[in-house]
């Protein structure tokens, strides 16, 4: 915020939350659900006879990113209910149905409750109990044999963001006994492509490109694009609809008319797969009829760099002469060259009087350049508002006057995280949509630029829990877990052998949550001689594997979680004691590291401090005086620099991380995200500059269309988070069953009425399940809201006809890029 007074009538955004915050942030977890939710948690208090009620700080460690924070209220050692604590900015309290009911997944009647061998056929759920030290002496014993016989590669690592917390979450010591094995741990590939294309402009890297949520109280447009934050991201929803009630419009773009599109001011369909296209279009209309921020362009992007035709590359102080390198990050001191029309000769950028954006040069030397605007337009000149309209649906002059809006609106910010980027072309959406806030200035300042997943700025030391260690070997990180099938399934790599024999699944379940599970169950599984799962609940992966550890639920243990979309650090205090033989993830790890002989690693007597301890031992950390005693005494720590209650701004609260420290037109070095060996050599040129590919199936004029004709979308449902709550009493009390959501022209089409059993089916697979029809679906798309098991349908599975295609330069995962069709099911 620019100045005292906010955005709207003059009211600051702290005065406004003092007067609503409170209020509102009780109304986001009030009405008809909280109520009961509480009544129900608090219904055994009266049973439990005397006993003084304890509070505990802890937070919510799913991956919704809201980072809720609450208290945990325990008597006589039982969890009775979850309340939302306080953060200093009122702003960011809150909570959902699904963090509340997690009472209810504690004191499950499906949870886990010891460790458990495998006594049948893999997915025939006949289970034996074992005791904990049978179990660590055969995972130890099996790792071991595996490891030796077929190399330490062969055993796979597989963690997701099934909790996030840097004690038992993904950054659990479990990092270091795949370093001191050199082992394979697989890198995640979900939902990393919309980082990877904004990264292109932004330099972001794969997750910092978003503003602080509470920057869209500065703006005067949020334009929501193809995400459905009222029911997937409340938090995040509740400044949106603060800054509507005060003036902002609100444009929700999406294929579905979600309840987001409900609350906006406007909803424009849109035919999936082909936003990017839409977004490139609308450059160049801008550009044409000269509605580019200029003076933006000028002075905060790379427009007037110069890039050489000959490698590919901006030129350079380091071309002509040595330059220095920087002592604290070894890279060389550069700086770059631009076309100063006052000399009609190059000149680095910060000595030209009249640098040119656009043109066609030679150097004295005979360099052949043009600047980076003009490789940019001229690469936008084939993308048409016509042909946008025909990909998209949406009519050409509502694409022009969306445009328009781009370039004209005070601040804009655009509201995204992963709908657009569930394609194979996924990276390219988003690199898209970047490109377009920056060619309008719609960026590094107030109230403009993405919001959506606003992740740390600071991050604890992991490294030094997964490698500070003298044991350690590698960390062999690389392989996205989307190759996994790939890898397991043929036991090669990028064609030569890559043995891949045992799994440790922690914070994931690959089966569930990876495209084409039928490739999985029919290829991978074969060939997996030994796989351990843990977990709370007996999901997918678990019914598949040899062995099933009981880990603790997130408040029977400690945890550190540094926020995503609040500038926070909290403490999970922990409230109970894990119930039945369950133990947390860092004592599971020691366990078997020390039976595996690496004792050095894994200290008998280290406790969860000392494990936290080291998350606090890097320089930044101590310099501005971050450690476990202070978290744990003052519950909550900002992370951000900027003033409490300010949000932080990508690119103005701190420059941006590119090498110019400004927006990139041309990427320079388009790296993948993950390196496993894959050629690039025939890609590399296309991708310094903005382009656009169609989807691999849900394009519009895909001839596959014919044979099935439907794009088929797992929407996220506000009863799941991915696969988690999946099996929770109260909210199957809400949403009992897989439902089939399609349009009523599409059932008409094919003789289904609502209710209906349908066949939902591809080449890959099927899913049998009852049909809704639903006019919020669009005609020509099928939604299956993602995150049920196997056992809860008919037959097959909602991820049995996903697309397992991932594009090797995001590595990223593409569910939506599929196509089906659907028939009623006669059994």
Not at 46 to 51: E, I, L, N, R
Not at 66 to 73: I, P, V
Not at 466 to 472: D, L, V, Y
Request: charged share 25%; hydrophobic share 35%; net charge negative.
């Amino acid at each position: 915020m620019s100045g005292a007074t906010g955005s709207h009538g003059g009211l600051t955004r702290r005065s406004f939350l003092k007067t609503t915050g409170a209020v509102a942030g009780v109304a986001a977890v009030s009405g008809t659900a909280a109520p009961t939710l509480q009544a129900l948690a608090a219904e055994p208090v009266a049973k439990q006879g005397s006993g003084d009620e304890e509070l505990f700080s802890c937070m919510c460690r799913s991956n919704c990113m809201g980072s809720c924070r609450y208290h945990a209220h325990v008597r006589d050692g039982k969890l009775m209910k979850l309340t939302p604590a306080d953060y200093p900015v009122e702003g960011y309290r809150g909570s959902c149905l699904k963090g509340l009911a997690y009472v209810e997944r504690i004191y499950s009647p499906t949870r886990v409750k010891y460790p458990m061998r495998r006594a049948g056929e893999r997915g025939a759920d006949q289970w034996e109990q074992i005791s904990w030290d049978d179990a660590i002496k055969e995972i130890a014993s099996k790792l071991t044999e595996i490891s030796e016989k077929y190399g330490p590669k062969a055993v796979v690592f597989d963690s997701a963001s099934g909790q996030y917390g840097f004690l038992n979450g993904i950054y659990n010591p479990f990092g270091r006994l795949s370093g001191v094995m050199g082992a394979t741990k697989l890198a995640v590939s979900y939902d990393y492509a919309a980082g990877h294309g904004i990264d292109r402009v932004l330099g972001t890297g794969d997750w910092s490109y978003c503003n602080e949520p509470n920057s869209v109280m500065d703006s005067s447009l949020v334009v929501v694009w193809g995400t459905n934050p009222v029911l997937c991201a409340p938090q995040n929803w509740r400044w949106i609809q603060w800054a509507r009630e005060k003036g902002t419009r609100v444009i929700d773009i999406d294929p579905i008319k979600s309840a987001t599109a409900h609350r906006a001011d406007e909803w424009i369909p849109v035919t999936p797969g082909h936003d990017g296209y839409m977004a490139l279009a609308m450059c160049n209309h801008l550009i044409e009829h000269d509605l580019i921020n200029t003076e933006f362009l000028m002075k905060q992007s790379t427009a007037c760099f110069l890039v050489r035709r000959d490698t590919l590359r901006h030129l350079r102080k380091s071309d002509y002469e040595e330059v220095p390198t920087d002592p604290a990050t070894k890279k060389p001191i550069d700086d770059f060259y631009v076309w100063d029309n006052a000399r009609g000769d190059i000149a680095l950028v910060g000595e030209a009087q009249d640098p040119a954006m656009e043109g066609s040069f030679t150097t004295s030397d005979g360099i052949e350049v043009d600047t980076a605007y003009s490789l940019l337009k001229k690469q936008l000149e084939q993308y048409s508002v016509s042909k946008a309209s025909e990909l998209t649906g949406v009519p050409e002059d509502r694409i022009v006057k969306l445009a328009e809006e781009f370039a004209g609106e005070r601040a804009v910010s655009v509201n995204i995280t992963y709908g657009l980027d569930h394609y194979v072309n996924g990276y390219q959406n988003t690199w898209a949509i970047a490109m377009l806030l920056a060619l309008t200035g719609q960026c590094c300042r107030d109230g403009a630029g993405f919001t959506g997943v606003f992740t740390a700025t600071y991050s604890p030391n992991t490294l030094a829990i997964w490698a500070g260690t003298p044991e350690f070997k590698e960390l062999n990180s690389q392989i996205p877990n989307g190759l996994a099938a790939e890898v397991f399934g043929t036991q090669k790599l990028e064609g030569k052998d890559y043995p891949a024999k045992a799994m440790v699944s922690y914070c994931s379940s690959l089966l569930s949550n990876q495209p084409s599970q039928k490739e999985w169950m029919e290829k991978v599984l074969p060939n997996i001689e030994f796989w351990v799962v843990l977990d709370t609940e007996m999901h997918d992966s678990a019914r598949y594997a040899d062995i099933v550890l009981p880990v603790a639920s997130w408040y029977e243990k400690e945890d550190v979680r540094v926020a995503y979309n609040n500038p926070y650090m909290t403490i999970n205090e922990k409230a109970i004691e894990p119930l039945y033989e369950s133990k947390p993830e860092w004592e599971i790890a020691g366990l078997i590291g020390r039976a595996m002989g690496y004792e050095k690693s894994f200290p008998a007597d280290w406790g969860p401090d000392d494990w936290m301890n080291l998350l606090f031992t890097d320089e930044v950390s101590k310099k501005r005086g971050f450690t476990l005693d202070r978290l744990k005494e003052e519950k909550v720590i900002q992370f951000t620099t900027t003033a409490e209650g300010e949000p932080h701004i990508r690119g103005k609260s701190a420059p941006l991380p590119t090498e110019s420290k400004r927006v990139q037109l041309y990427c320079e070095n388009p790296k993948p995200r993950l390196n496993w060996g894959q050629d690039l050599s025939e890609r590399e040129p296309h991708e310094h500059i903005v382009y656009y590919q169609p989807p691999e199936e849900a394009g519009a004029d895909n001839p596959l269309a014919e044979k099935y004709p439907l794009v088929y979308i797992q929407e996220h449902s506000r009863f799941r988070v991915h696969i988690q709550w999946w099996e929770t009493p109260l909210l199957r009390e809400l949403d009992p069953e897989p439902l089939a959501k399609v349009n009523s022209a599409d059932a008409e089409a094919r003789g289904v009425k609502n209710g209906d059993i349908v066949e939902v089916f591809n080449d890959r697979g099927h899913a049998v399940l009852k049909c809704l029809v639903d006019e919020s679906i669009a005609p020509g798309v099928i939604s299956i809201p993602k995150g049920w098991q196997r056992n809860q349908f008919i037959e097959g599975s909602y991820q049995e006809m996903t697309q397992p295609k991932i594009d090797p330069y995001p590595a990223a995962s593409s569910f939506y890029d599929s196509r089906v069709d659907f028939r009623k099911w006669e059994g």
